[in-house]
């Protein structure tokens, strides 16, 4: 199995909000600064976009039961007995804000080390090391996984595939998985071999009973079929969006 940090996400250390107070502070003013010298697009990423990412690294996004289904399929297949649903979506919030899915091209101001390293200037001491430790998880080697292999969920949202390919880049990180997953069959022995293909849709479906309280019809957000119903949690067209919205 790949490294995994062994700290649980939790609520922000006062030290934590205030560094991601000042982050956002400065992200306006440097936009300030950059209309005034006409800066050009470019110029205006590589400054601001640090900033960015350090206030949304210093959140603590609410994690969702895919990502507890996730987090139990990577402990296992050996990863540590602490690794929760909100480490695991921590480890999923790094990866899009960071967008490592395109580490390999130039993009301006995405930079995970400068980050990490402004974020430790000012944030708690234990964030700092729990933030170190998830780049490190995300930094293994992992496989190409291709969008075209999600047809081995014939009922996931159409909406939900770019939040389910992010955890499939964790999860194999965690797991040391660096085989291809290309195609449908592939991903499907993949997920099957983790007990994840009925797990995954009865965590994103309800039935459309009396039992679905709270559950919102699908509609052409979903394929659940059945009389049954999306629930509301995975209605967003951004999962990680909706759980911190319902934090809010």
Not at 27 to 43: F, I
Not at 68 to 80: C, D, K, T, V
Not at 191 to 217: I, K, M, P, Q, T
């Amino acid at each position: 199995a790949g490294a995994c940090p062994c700290g649980a996400a939790g609520e922000r250390a006062p030290e934590d909000e205030a560094a991601a107070a000042a982050a956002e502070r400065a992200a306006s003013e440097v936009l300030s600064a950059c209309d005034g010298l006409s800066s050009s697009n470019e110029m205006r990423q590589a400054a601001y976009t640090p900033l960015l990412c350090v206030r949304a690294l210093l959140e603590t996004p609410p994690h969702l039961g895919m990502h507890s289904l996730f987090a139990a399929a990577a402990r296992a297949r050996g990863a540590p007995t602490e690794l929760g649903g909100g480490e695991f979506c921590a480890l999923v919030h790094m990866w899009e804000t960071l967008k490592m899915a395109n580490s390999h091209k130039r993009t301006p101001g995405y930079l995970p080390d400068f980050i990490l390293a402004l974020a430790a200037t000012r944030c708690a001491e234990g964030t700092a090391g729990a933030l170190r430790a998830r780049l490190h998880t995300l930094s293994i080697d992992g496989p190409v996984i291709s969008g075209e292999a999600l047809d081995a969920l014939p009922t996931l949202p159409q909406h939900l595939r770019g939040s389910l390919l992010s955890c499939l880049h964790v999860l194999c990180r965690i797991d040391g998985h660096v085989a291809p997953l290309t195609d449908s069959p592939a991903l499907a022995s993949f997920l099957e071999d983790r007990s994840l293909v009925g797990a995954l849709d009865a965590e994103w479906y309800a039935d459309g009973g009396a039992g679905a309280a709270g559950a919102v019809a699908a509609g052409s957000k979903g394929r659940g079929g059945n009389g049954r119903v999306l629930r509301e949690a995975y209605l967003s067209s951004s999962a990680s969006a909706k759980a911190r919205k319902a934090k809010r």
